[in-house]
């Protein structure tokens, strides 16, 4: 299993960034797809996650709700986190997962996820 983000970058305040996350060697509609990040310093924290399937389940960690939203396409085995109104605080390597057996009430958690991406940083300047 691979899963390759991609889209960081360094932008400004206020701008926003599309970043994209291309898996293979799974069954990608089967797999619960999340977005964590963790900047210098700090642990990993949740930022969002769609659920398996047709992705009818969505959360957002509150710091980010408002301003990103994640999405996939099945097709394409791919997830896609689109991040608006970005903040400094926002800036982090951002990493994507999958998880195959992650029931709703732990989607949040990264002990629930099965495979990682290797990272894309997200550098926001005040």
């Known amino acids: 299993v691979q899963l390759q983000a991609s889209g960081g970058g360094l932008v400004q305040a206020g701008d926003s960034l599309r970043l994209s996350c291309e898996a293979s060697?799974?069954?990608?509609?089967?797999?619960?797809m999340g977005w964590f990040r963790q900047a210098p310093g700090k642990e990993r924290e949740f930022v969002a996650a769609?659920?398996?399937?047709?992705?009818?389940?969505?959360a957002y960690a509150e710091s980010v709700k408002g301003r990103f939203a994640v999405s996939r396409d099945n097709g394409k085995n791919t997830v896609a986190l689109l991040m608006n109104s970005l903040k400094p605080e926002d800036t982090a390597v951002y990493f994507c997962?999958?998880?195959?057996?992650?029931?709703?009430?732990?989607?949040?958690?990264?002990?629930?996820?099965?495979?990682w991406g290797q990272g894309t940083q997200v550098t926001v300047s005040s």
């Open positions: 060697g799974l069954t990608f509609r089967s797999y619960t």
């Open positions: 997962a999958a998880g195959r057996s992650i029931i709703l009430s732990s989607m949040r958690r990264d002990q629930a996820y099965d495979w």
């Open positions: 769609i659920f398996r399937g047709g992705g009818s389940s969505i």
